[in-house]
């Protein structure tokens, strides 16, 4: 293994035990669930003593860090609710950003108690490394638009992509309300943590590499090209704090995102 420097483990452990002691998501306003998330986050990184940048609204990934080289992306997830998957707005979810490893931080909460109570508890917590979600480093996203469109030729039409990817909680057993950390293999943890699940993703043959939509009949098509990397495999491992539940983490099969109902809209 390597001997990579990285704040994850410090960080996974002040959150693990910040749900063992209570320490409850508290409400700003009754919207933005993904800015109260990050308070409590924030607050984390704070008890590691860990230097930060400010979150803003559209920052990607939320936090990056002072000292290392490393970016923690926040979701929170309502539980029950939708948690197969989730949309990542401008950036294609990956382990590499600007030169700074990205980790992502998904959190299930009550949905019921979190509408009725101004404070509510953290149920499920994923860290994972990026990689896991996707491994390609080299696309770089840009949003593109032309004009001309219509019937006075004046208007513009923007190319603004969205992505969605499934959450760990699609993609592994034996995470559900059992805080687990997700890392590839040759990050190296000491002995505060054990391994609970060892799996591997191995990359597709083809990859999408454009698209075209008919504005005709409002079909959209993609064009692959062969994946120079197919058959890569990237291993992970699955810890939990020593002393917490042995439960197994196993990689399930790939759940295939069903259309949302929002494209209509």
């Known amino acids: 293994m390597q001997n990579l420097t990285t704040r994850c483990f410090d960080i996974f452990l002040a959150c693990k035990a910040a749900i063992h002691n209570g320490d409850l998501i508290k409400k700003v306003s009754d919207k933005d669930k993904e800015y109260h998330f990050q308070n409590w986050f924030e607050q984390r990184l704070a008890a590691v003593g860990i230097e930060f940048d400010d979150a803003g609204r559209n920052s990607y990934p939320d936090y990056t860090l002072v000292t290392h080289p490393e970016g923690y992306e926040l979701k929170a997830l309502a539980y029950p609710g939708r948690e197969a998957n989730f949309d ?33 508890p953290l149920i499920d917590l ?50 559900t309300s059992l805080p687990t950390l997700i890392v590839p293999a040759d990050y190296d943890a000491d002995g505060r943590f054990q391994q609970v699940g060892r799996f591997t993703r191995v990359e597709v043959d083809q990859l999408v590499v454009g698209y075209e939509f008919d504005l005709k009949t409002n079909q959209i098509q993609a064009k692959y090209a062969p994946n120079p990397s197919a058959g890569k495999a990237h291993e992970f491992i699955a810890y939990r704090p020593t002393g917490d539940s042995s439960k197994q983490v196993k990689l399930v099969s790939p759940v295939l995102l069903a259309e949302d109902a929002s494209d209509d809209e």
Request: net charge positive; with cysteine.
């Open 126 to 175: 994923v860290l994972c490394h990026g990689d896991f979600l996707n491994a390609d480093h080299t696309y770089v996203h840009k949003n593109r638009n032309f004009r001309g469109f219509g019937s006075y030729g004046d208007l513009m039409v923007r190319d603004r992509k969205m992505y969605v990817a499934p959450t760990p909680f699609a993609l592994l057993e034996g995470v």
């Open 88 to 120: 990542s707005n401008s950036q294609v979810p990956t382990g590499k950003h600007k030169g700074r490893t990205v980790f992502y931080v998904f959190g299930r909460y009550p949905t019921e108690v979190a509408k009725a109570e101004r404070e509510y």
